[in-house]
T-cell receptor, first 113, second 114 residues
Framework: AQSVTQLGSHVSVSEGALVLLRCNYS??????LFWYVQYPNQGLQLLLK??????LVKGINGFEAEFKKSETSFHLTKPSAHMSDAAEYFC???????????FGKGTRLSVIA | GAVVSQHPSWVICKSGTSVKIECRSL??????MFWYRQFPKQSLMLMAT?????????EQGVEKDKFLINHASLTLSTLTVTSAHPEDSSFYIC??????????FGSGTRLTVV
C-alpha cells in the first residue's frame, strides 16, 4: 500500500525566503509522486511529478522537488517565495497507472510581506 | 494541456432533493474517473473510482445508493447525490485519468444542503 506524510500542517515564510514543504512516502513498489497546489474553492493544479526519470524534478512557478529513495522523501522547494504562492499544497503518491492518488493531509503555506 | 470541466461550481439545494455534478474531459479520453470529497481544511478523501462503461468501485463507508456515479462515455462522468442532507454539504472534486497516465482535476463543486 502507498501513503504519504506531510510534515507540518502550516508553514509560514517571508516573501523572498526559501520555501520548503516536506513529504515522506511509503510504497511497496517504485512510486510515482506528485505535488499539487490548491487555491481556495478551486481544484488541484499539478506543480510537478516524479516518474522514475530524473530525481530532481522541476515544475511550474519555480518549484522543484528531489526524490530521495534512501530517505523516502520528496520535498518541495522554491528559492524565493512570492505572495501568490500562498495556498494549500498536497503531496500524493500512486503505484500503478490509473489507480487513485493517495494524498497527504496537506500543508498550508502562508507568505508574509 | 488536458482540461476537465466540472459543473456546477457551486449549488445550494433543499434537504431531500438530488443534485447532479458533471465532469467532462475536453481534450482527452478519460478512461478512469475518480471522485473525491473534501471537508474544510482537510485533504481529499476518495469516494469512488469508475472506469468507462463499468460500475464504479466505492471506497469503504461510501454509500453507493446515495452517491450514484455514471461513467457512460470516455468524456463524461456524473456524480448524483440523492436525497441530499446537510451532512452531505462538502466540496466535491473529480479527477480524470487517460491513457497517458496523468491526472487532471476538475475545479470542484461546492454543495450546500439547506
Amino acid at each position: 500500500a502507498q501513503s504519504v506524510t506531510q510534515l507540518g500542517s502550516h508553514v509560514s515564510v517571508s516573501e523572498g525566503a526559501l520555501v520548503l514543504l516536506r513529504c515522506n512516502y511509503s510504497s511497496s513498489v517504485p512510486p510515482y509522486l506528485f505535488w499539487y497546489v490548491q487555491y481556495p474553492n478551486q481544484g488541484l493544479q499539478l506543480l510537478l511529478k516524479y516518474t522514475s526519470a530524473a530525481t530532481l524534478v522541476k515544475g511550474i512557478n519555480g518549484f522543484e522537488a528531489e526524490f530521495k529513495k534512501s530517505e523516502t522523501s520528496f520535498h518541495l522547494t522554491k528559492p524565493s517565495a512570492h505572495m501568490s504562492d500562498a495556498a494549500e499544497y498536497f503531496c500524493a503518491v500512486r503505484a500503478v497507472t490509473n489507480t487513485p492518488l493517495v494524498f497527504g493531509k496537506g500543508t498550508r503555506l502562508s507568505v508574509i510581506a | 494541456g488536458a482540461v476537465v470541466s466540472q459543473h456546477p461550481s457551486w449549488v445550494i439545494c433543499k434537504s431531500g432533493t438530488s443534485v447532479k455534478i458533471e465532469c467532462r474531459s475536453l481534450d482527452f479520453q478519460a478512461t478512469t474517473m475518480f471522485w473525491y470529497r473534501q471537508f474544510p481544511k482537510q485533504s481529499l478523501m476518495l469516494m469512488a473510482t469508475s472506469n468507462e462503461g463499468s460500475k464504479a468501485t466505492y471506497e469503504q463507508g461510501v454509500e453507493k445508493d446515495k452517491f450514484l456515479i455514471n461513467h457512460a462515455s470516455l468524456t463524461l462522468s456524473t456524480l448524483t447525490v440523492t436525497s441530499a442532507h446537510p451532512e452531505d454539504s462538502s466540496f466535491y472534486i473529480c479527477s480524470a485519468s487517460g491513457t497517458a497516465g496523468d491526472y487532471t482535476f476538475g475545479s470542484g463543486t461546492r454543495l450546500t444542503v439547506v
